[in-house]
């Protein structure tokens, strides 16, 4: 063999060997980021269900606050906290209005496994929906005057716009209306608000962070300073 041509083969095999090596040091996927559980009283848990740290957030779908907590906090918190299974991340409801319901409905829809995936792309997509809230029409807030809830989420479904959001999440309109008409999900929601209430949940976010309630976290580090 040549001179030129072992020190290709010899380039190529050292290439080879640094690829493998860096494939076996390549961290695996956390098992916990893709682990839900749900608890008795019907709240979505993200993360390791013993971890040493149990932080719940009571939020409201049209919570301008709840909406950058998710978007620009959670993912740190995801991967500094949740992938190691040092802390679980729950997500409690605090309804503030007829709109947050039919949100915290349609973030049931599709089980456990789309939960966190549909709460997150509401709160992204919050400044488009709850801006068409001027669009409700007068036969959809009679419903809500004559409490047909089914009734005034569904119109409101349609004329908010909210049809092509959760089709963005592979819901479509008929799976979304069969959501909004569960009267099971309709009672674990406004418990879980009644409950906040009760505990002293006066706004959102809110966090409990190991069943201490704590006031005004806006951020990871502050998060961080109250955890084990």
Not at 20 to 35: C, D, F, I, Q
Not at 86 to 95: C, F, G, P, Q, Y
Not at 129 to 144: C, H, M, P, V, Y
Not at 159 to 176: D, Y
Request: net charge positive.
């Amino acid at each position: 063999m040549s001179y030129m041509k072992k020190k290709y083969l010899g380039a190529v095999l050292v290439g080879v060997m640094a690829l493998s090596t860096a494939l076996v040091a390549a961290p695996a996927p956390s098992k916990w980021l893709s682990t839900v559980t749900v608890t008795d009283k019907g709240a979505h848990i993200l993360g390791n269900p013993a971890a040493p740290n149990k932080v719940v957030e009571y939020m409201s779908y049209t919570c301008g606050k709840c909406a950058d907590f998710e978007i620009k906090e959670v993912p740190a918190f995801k991967t500094q906290f949740v992938a190691s299974g040092k802390a679980s991340l729950e997500i409690r409801n605090m309804v503030l209005n007829p709109f947050d319901l039919t949100a915290a409905m349609l973030a049931r829809c599709g089980g456990k496994g789309k939960f966190f995936g549909n709460h997150r792309h509401l709160l992204a997509t919050q400044a488009i929906w709850s801006g068409n809230t001027k669009n409700i029409s007068a036969a959809t807030r009679e419903k809500l005057k004559s409490e047909d809830y089914t009734g005034f989420m569904v119109g409101t479904f349609d004329e908010i716009g909210l049809g092509p959001i959760m089709q963005k999440r592979g819901i479509t309109p008929k799976q979304a209306k069969t959501c909004l008409a569960d009267k099971t999900a309709l009672k674990i929601i406004t418990g879980m608000t009644d409950a906040g209430s009760g505990l002293g949940v006066r706004g959102t976010p809110a966090f409990l962070v190991n069943g201490v309630l704590q006031d005004r976290i806006r951020n990871v580090a502050e998060l961080k300073a109250v955890m084990k």
